[in-house]
């Protein structure tokens, strides 16, 4: 889809599409899977990464801007929207494809890792968790059957099971008893999730770091049943060692034939390896929060513009890169704009690295069907490993 077209879809078709929700399989390289989802809103080419729009907006980024970086996608927040400005009202004014001025495929977090990251103002019981708002203070309940409630209300093309996200560490006896818990909720949440045609519920594989645990997870979550199935609790402060040797024995485990989503991750080569051991989706807010904070991503690793080296720097940030960052200003203007705190600064960085992670997943893509993965991956990494072209 060219721009243009996808600048007119942005303001004109809402509605579904009426097609069934699907995974397809097209490839294979060893682990590394690339696919296809189809949703009620459209369709996802996998490996995919969804750019985060937690309160319904992608910070700093038009829909359309979006959009023309490749992302077919969006991430957005149950527990943001539900706070402000409402699901009722997101409801009453069309749902968030319409709301938000955005066509295709939305998934919905289902709260369970914001809550849980309120500490002391949550509490825990097996109904649910209450809990105060960080906004104004007042007292909330998610049960699985209000965040599938809620994401009904806001037309999410994919839903995810309320659970725990188990904390980082944590023993044996306490990720079990929390892993149990969410598996309990995972069937409330496919109870009370409302079946429309187009429209998923995935189930969220628990267990942190302990293979039996995961196993356990995997099997509970099958035996109820989901339309795809997403790995939480890593990206928790485990580190990338232990999150990939977490992934090793947990993917092998999920259902080849259903999508694999890890749950806010990450880093470029965060999700090289991740592909590598066969996860299809990824989520994360370090594009557009770095793009905030004069953090550029590029082929040959991060950049900061807040560096005087760059300040009489002519050259785009990127050479190869199409977006309108480094094809229209220089590295001195980029820096400029951030010294000078103007807000186009961060608009046209979160621009650039959302396109970043949308071009490196094109390339992953093709990389699969052509079956040269572990060439990609080499030169992902030699690339990266030769540092930033420093000013002449």
Partial sequence: ????????????????????????????????????????????????????????????????????????????????LMLRPGAERVAELGGLHRFMNWPGPILTDSGGYQVMSLAALRKITEDGVRFRSHVDGSY???????????QR?????????????????????????SMEMSMRWAARSRDAFTNRKGYGLFGIVQGSVYEDLRHRSIQALTDIGFEGYAV?????????????????????????????????????DDIVGAVKRGIDMFDCVLPTRSGRNAQAFTRRGTVN??????????RPLDEECPCPACRDYSRAYLHHLFKAQEMLGP???????????????AGIRDAIEDG????????????????????L
């Fill in 153 to 177: 209300m806001l037309d999410s093309d994919i839903t995810m099971a309320f659970d725990e996200c188990t904390p980082f560490p944590a023993d044996h006896p306490t990720a079990e008893k």
């Fill in 305 to 314: 513009l807040k560096n005087a080296r760059h300040a009489a720097d002519s």
């Fill in 1 to 80: 889809m060219t721009p243009p077209d996808i600048q007119r879809a942005v303001f004109s078709d809402f509605e579904p599409s009426g097609a069934d929700f699907s995974f397809k399989l097209i490839a294979n390289d060893r682990q590394a899977r690339r696919g296809r989802v189809t949703t009620a809103h459209g369709t996802v080419e996998t490996p995919a990464f969804m750019p985060v729009g937690t309160a319904g907006t992608v910070k700093a980024m038009l829909p359309g801007s979006v959009a023309q970086t490749g992302a077919e996608i969006v991430l957005g927040n149950t527990y943001h």
């Fill in 372 to 391: 040269r993965f572990d060439d990609f991956e080499a030169a992902f990494h030699e690339e990266r490993a030769g540092g930033d072209i420093p000013a």
């Fill in 347 to 361: 608009m046209l960085l979160s621009w650039h690295n959302v396109a970043y992670y949308q071009q490196l997943m």
């Fill in 140 to 150: 909330h309940t998610l049960t699985p059957e209000s965040s599938m409630d809620i």
């Fill in 232 to 268: 939480g609790g890593l990206a928790v402060g485990e580190g990338q060692e232990l999150m990939f040797s977490t992934l090793d024995f947990t993917t092998p485990a999920m259902p080849k034939e259903k999508p694999r989503y890890l749950m806010g991750v990450g880093k470029p």
